[in-house]
């Protein structure tokens, strides 16, 4: 028996190979499917299964190119209607992989299909839940994602309170838990760092799975304190249950070298959004004017799904070299499947065309300290919320760039803004939209408020984020 955690940092996803005898499952897979079909490949084994624990909303999941290319049967739990062909598991119905058992356990909670896959191994042994978003470490799926439902959350909760107590808690304490999420995820507030766990670990410390927990505390507990989701979750769920463009369909249109003549007549021409996906010490030190930054080196995928708001936008990318696949590849796993090519020769080939660059002025967090004692200076903090309760500078005026195109109204462009996150990433993704909303008087603090602690600027005093 093989069981392989294929995970992606960036979605903070896990998706997983399981093997015996020369048969294989894959659970909730990534929209790139030809590693999957590659390891089967090495392994002389074939592809038997795509078992989904629910309708995805963080991501758009290879299920459906998975399928055809291998002629898998795609499973989902009870209830799940698609446009595609898939078979809908009874509560409690087995399936074989090789010597092993896989068990659909209905879950319903996070979304009414949700289904939690128990492996039994060739013994009988319950081995292993594959839990999706039913259960994470640490905590458990956000009950308000439910699409086309006519079922409030706090609905869905009492659900989830029932699964978790009826299905799962009730497992031995060694199983082992190997959810669809880990910290960095929207699709819960408490995840841990860690990737893989047990049941009996998490009766131990995951506040949902109280025993002396009742129903009513559940529900309040669970919902207290979940942020909005990011506006492209909705999307993401249809296209997993509707179906969606072939990925090497998406990637063949979209990996396209242009010069810098046919850049700028298409992003005229299309009305495309130039996206620049370098390092932010490069976008800052020149860029395409209007362009909006989004690197590589952080949370891409999911900060382009909470901040472009059309997921069938054109867009045309600035990317560093060699490295224009990826980011097709990494915009298509949230849905973005519009990209029309990327910068061929980078900003030095536009720079060598003679067109225009514009850049963005950065300062050390020491110099920003210097700036605020010597005279009046606009802050703004574009960190979480619960980031800015925890420890703030004093006089900082505070949004989260989840939600900056909500506060567009809350901000001048007659001031000049100095703008930090937590460590500089954020804040230079924050600059790049308001510059080009027409906001063009913006400091960027290198380092962020990491940097700035380190400064004798007044702050509020520490408040532990898990007493908030």
Not at 94 to 112: Q, R
Request: charged share 25%; proline share 4%.
């Amino acid at each position: 028996m093989i069981i392989e955690q294929i995970y992606t940092n960036c979605l903070a996803q896990g998706a997983y190979y399981i093997e015996s005898q020369g048969e294989v499952a894959i659970i909730d897979p990534l929209r790139e499917t030809q590693p999957y079909i590659d390891k089967a490949n090495k392994n002389k084994a074939k592809i038997k299964f795509i078992f989904e624990t629910h309708f995805h909303a963080d991501f758009v999941s290879g299920h459906v190119d998975l399928a055809k290319k291998t002629g898998a049967t795609i499973v989902y739990g009870p209830g799940a209607e698609t446009s595609y062909d898939i078979y809908s598991a009874s509560d409690n119905e087995e399936f074989k992989i090789g010597n092993i058992t896989i068990k659909a356990l209905h879950t319903p909670g996070h979304t009414l299909e949700s289904t939690t896959y128990l492996l039994v191994d060739e013994n009988g042994k319950d081995h292993a839940i594959f839990s999706g978003d039913t259960l994470f470490l640490g905590d458990v799926g956000r009950p308000d994602l439910a699409i086309k439902s006519d079922l409030t959350k706090e609905d869905l909760a009492k659900m989830l309170f029932e699964s978790l107590r009826t299905k799962i808690m009730t497992l031995a304490d060694d199983v082992i838990v190997y959810p669809a999420h880990g910290a960095g995820s929207a699709c819960g507030k408490n995840l841990s760092k860690e990737t893989v766990g047990t049941i009996g670990d998490q009766k131990k410390t995951n506040y949902a799975l109280r025993a002396d927990m009742s129903k009513d505390e559940f529900v309040k507990e669970v919902l207290d304190g979940i942020a909005p989701p990011p506006q492209y979750f909705a999307k993401n769920a249809m296209l997993n249950k509707m179906g969606y463009d072939n990925f090497e369909t998406v990637l063949e249109t979209g990996d396209i070298p242009l010069s810098p003549e046919a850049f700028e007549a298409m992003a005229n021409s299309e009305d495309a959004l130039v996206l620049d996906v370098r390092p932010q010490s490069d976008y800052i030190q020149g860029h395409i004017p209007n362009s909006i930054f989004i690197g590589l080196n952080g949370g891409f995928a999911p900060w382009v799904g909470a901040l472009i708001t059309d997921i069938k936008q054109p867009i045309l990318l600035v990317v560093p070299e060699g490295k224009s696949k990826e980011a097709v590849t990494r915009l298509s796993r949230v849905g973005y499947d519009n990209t029309l090519g990327y910068l061929k020769g980078g900003i030095d080939a536009w720079i060598s065309a003679g067109k225009e660059i514009d850049t963005l002025e950065s300062i050390s967090a020491e110099t920003f300290a210097n700036r605020v004692k010597n005279g009046n200076v606009n802050i703004l903090d574009v960190r979480k919320d619960g980031e800015y309760a925890s420890m703030h500078l004093e006089d900082a005026q505070h949004f989260a760039l989840d939600y900056i195109n909500e506060n567009m109204n809350a901000i001048s462009k007659d001031k000049t803004y100095h703008i930090h996150c937590a460590g500089g990433y954020r804040s230079v993704i924050a600059a790049s939209i308001l510059k080009a909303r027409g906001f063009h008087n913006l400091v960027d603090i290198a380092g962020g408020f990491g940097a700035i602690k380190k400064t004798d600027l007044p702050m509020t005093d520490f408040v532990c984020p898990t007493t908030l």
